[in-house]
């Protein structure tokens, strides 16, 4: 099997176990074994959620107003902030006006803009009184997605400090389960308050407004109303993070500072040359047309490809291929469905790699244009802390966290990422060598994992050798090519006929028999993914190193489909989880230190286990070393941590 398509088929077994774990919509009290309080009583539930109708918000459009609320502000040890902008994108967003609550049932809002004929004050004389308050450290904030309202504040001339608690994120903590944690669905979930509808305000479809034309005693209820729930869900989360002490330090030494080091990296964007975009979206093109005519080719006809009707009708009528999966509306050809397939006939094949270069198209060549900010030329993606439940970040607006990094399409987009300036600058980019296997080595505890790390040996040589019964300089290509897919397979959860089918040419039994081999081979690991499923079945969640916890449901379920997809899902989430909050820690001392010592280093991206810098080219050594240093000493696991750090002028050509 081709490296590349081993790299492709890994994350896709990963991205099917993200999807796996069925999420509730409301977090289940017994989640945690009773973190949540009781569950509502027939009457609690029967009865309708409060409103903030009747509350005394107060808007604040005078001078007077606005000295008096700064006197308030100063005698609080925490208050919740919030914005009202134009646009739901940061970076380009104005800020319409801010609001602000510390007691339950209270808030204010200051608009800085409005309708024509409203009274309001301007920007410039609100921040001037307000930047004492909400630059000073020692005045606590909380807000929620407050990475946002800090970004936007930055744009508007002033750098809020203090920030003590996103509630958005606190909640994912708490339970990372949800599918929503948005202050609307939470109001509704844990307060039982209703909140007005942001489509009250501003309408729907082609006359919707901005929030600059809302009435202001319209928007003076929204606004206030959403810095009082953010009180209100602060009292409440606070109370469950301080009930499990290994939660609460992740939130205050991790995650919260990480929302400082996320908002810097947002702003500062990346740079990316368009004519490179151009020319490889015509070449990439090309590419299309050329798997195109042999999808045709192969199948005998034409048919439109990007129609699963007429995809599925030719595989599975016209070739008589069997099928796999069934949808409402006919055969299902989702890749799980081609992969399958594709040792059979070589159209699923085709149709594979079709799909991922359309989508390489698609997603980046064509739409990053798009993405270029108008302010500074740079492409500023979103980094959202609560996207996956492990723990990972994910990324959107654009997603630069998915563009393949082993294939040749991949490097070709990354051709286009530039330094700002290409003439002094260069990318630095620092990524974790095998750092699963390497969490998974410590876990474990499994001795011949951590003596192939301790020696700086391949460690997927190594597994061939014990799983094949060959010496270490006897070992194939493709017997290391096989293990390297047994071995993250492994953390995975993969099943015998998951892996036939991610290895060329391979049956199921001859796959059952690799698995085997291996558990025997290395028993220590085995019996460390049981433990991790008795956690789950005792407890009813997983936890990683640093005590992130993740709720695993149907560990105990009496379908054995859905008990053996919590297994694997329980397994991944402890070692994934792991990696990521290591990789988080290595963010949040990297960041603090280059502002400390004041360092030519900016960090631009964070893509899983890689970190991107933007630097001089005059020095990079020397924060080449220091990036490197402060990743592996990130955290002190049984094995050594490997960094493979390269620069160059753009990101595919580091070295």
Not at 132 to 145: A, F, Q, R, T, Y
Not at 504 to 520: E, F, H, Q, R, W
Not at 605 to 627: I, N, S
Not at 633 to 650: F, S, T
Request: with cysteine.
């Amino acid at each position: 099997m081709r490296p590349h398509l081993i790299e492709l088929n890994l994350r896709a077994l990963q991205a099917k176990l993200e999807s796996m774990q069925p999420k509730p919509e409301k977090l289940e009290p017994a989640s945690f074994g009773g973190l949540f309080d009781l569950p509502p009583t027939a009457e609690q539930i029967a009865a309708a959620p409060t409103t903030s109708e009747g509350l005394a918000y107060e808007l604040v459009d005078t001078s007077e107003k606005l000295d008096q609320l700064a006197m308030l502000l100063r005698e609080q040890r925490l208050f919740a902030f919030d914005t009202e902008t134009d646009s739901i994108r940061a970076n380009e967003a104005n800020l319409v006006g801010l609001s602000f609550s510390f007691k339950a049932e209270t808030g204010y809002y200051v608009p800085v803009r409005g309708p024509m004929g409203s009274s309001y004050l301007s920007v410039e004389r609100v921040l001037k009184v307000l930047k004492p308050i909400l630059c000073d450290e020692s005045i606590g904030k909380v807000g929620h997605n407050i990475k946002y309202d800090l970004l936007v504040m930055r744009h508007a001339g002033l750098d809020v400090a203090g920030v003590r608690m996103d509630t958005m994120i606190a909640a994912f903590l708490i339970d990372a389960s949800r599918l929503q944690y948005g202050i609307d669905r939470l109001a509704l979930d844990l307060l039982q308050f209703k909140k007005v509808p942001t489509s009250d305000l501003l309408g729907t479809g082609r006359n919707q407004l901005t929030m600059d034309r809302v009435e202001l005693p319209v928007i003076t209820r929204y606004a206030a109303e959403d810095a009082d729930v953010c009180w209100r869900l602060y009292e409440l989360l606070s109370k469950k993070l301080d009930a499990i002490p290994a939660l609460r330090k992740l939130h205050d030494e991790i995650e919260t500072p990480l929302i400082g080091v996320l908002t810097d990296m947002e702003q500062r964007g990346i740079s990316i040359d368009p004519p490179t975009l151009k020319q490889q979206s015509l070449a990439l093109g090309e590419r299309i047309d050329t798997l195109r005519a042999q999808i045709h080719e192969a199948a005998g006809q034409e048919f439109n490809i990007d129609s699963p009707k007429q995809l599925g009708e030719l595989l599975f009528v016209k070739l008589a291929l069997k099928s796999v999966k069934k949808t409402k509306t006919g055969f299902s050809t989702d890749i799980e469905v081609l992969e399958r397939l594709a040792p059979l006939h070589p159209v699923p094949k085709l149709v594979l790699q079709y799909r991922q270069l359309v989508k390489l198209k698609g997603t980046y060549l064509d739409a990053l244009h798009e993405h270029v900010s108008q302010r500074d030329g740079r492409v500023h993606t979103s980094f959202n802390q609560t996207g996956a439940a492990t723990g990972r970040l994910s990324s959107s607006d654009p997603n630069l966290q998915n563009i393949p990094i082993r294939t040749d399409e991949g490097r070709r987009i990354r051709l286009a990422f530039i330094p700002k300036d290409k003439s002094t600058d260069v990318l630095l980019t620092a990524d974790y060598s095998q750092i699963e296997l390497r969490v998974l080595a410590h876990l474990s505890g499994e001795p011949a994992l951590k003596q192939s790390f301790m020696e700086a040996e391949d460690v997927h040589t190594t597994v061939a050798a014990e799983v094949f019964g060959v010496p270490r300089e006897q070992v194939s290509r493709e017997q290391r090519a096989q293990a390297k897919i047994i071995n993250f397979g492994i953390i995975y959860g993969v099943t015998a006929s998951g892996l036939a089918r991610r290895i060329d040419g391979m049956d199921v039994p001859t796959a059952a028999n690799l698995i085997s081999d291996y558990n025997k081979k290395f028993s220590r690991v085995q019996q460390f993914m049981q433990e991790c499923v008795e956690k789950a079945r005792k407890d009813g969640y997983v936890e990683t190193i640093v005590g992130r916890r993740r709720p695993i449901f149907d560990i105990n379920s009496g379908v054995i489909a859905q008990r053996n997809a919590a297994e694997r899902v329980a397994i991944n989430s402890v070692v994934q989880g792991s990696a990521a909050d290591l990789i988080k820690i290595a963010m949040v001392n990297i960041a603090r230190k280059i502002n400390a010592d004041k360092r030519p280093l900016d960090m631009l991206l964070q893509v899983h286990d890689e970190l991107v810098f933007e630097t001089p080219e005059a020095g990079v050594e020397a924060q080449a070393d220091f990036v490197r240093a402060e990743m592996t000493g990130a955290m002190q696991l049984d094995v050594p941590l490997e960094v493979e750090v390269g620069w160059g002028k753009n990101w595919q050509e580091v070295k």
